[in-house]
């Protein structure tokens, strides 16, 4: 009957992520000098870039953590975004951000994350342009 129809339980699996407790850790707006763009200027000259970067963390169940072994540490994204600028020039923002979504995913806790990467003073009247990405881990 209709009823009953509409209220059968839902019977497509739940993703592994969304059944597990996960905090989540960023980086916001961290303005950073890069070597970014495809234009003659832009390998020679340092631009801005602004940089976010969110991490969905997989919880522990039980205890909160309690030590600096247990999470993920921002202060460590922050160098090795640093040392990945610090490789050199880069063409796009597309290469810039795959890379900094690798970084993330390398610490197997990371279940997922968003990359953004702007450049804010690419177009005179926009305030930023730039792209973001999400990735999971498979």
Known sequence: SGLDSRMAPCTHSVPKEASQPARRVFVRDLLLDALIGIYPEERVKSQKILINLELWVAETPGEPPRSYDEVVCYELLVKRTKALLAEGHVDLVETLAEKLASLCLADERVLRTRVRVEKPE?????????????????
Do not use: C, F, L, W
């Not at 690419?122 to 498979?138: F, L, P, S």
């Open 122 to 138: 690419a177009i005179a009247e926009a305030a930023g342009v730039g792209v973001e990405i999400e990735r999971r881990r498979r």
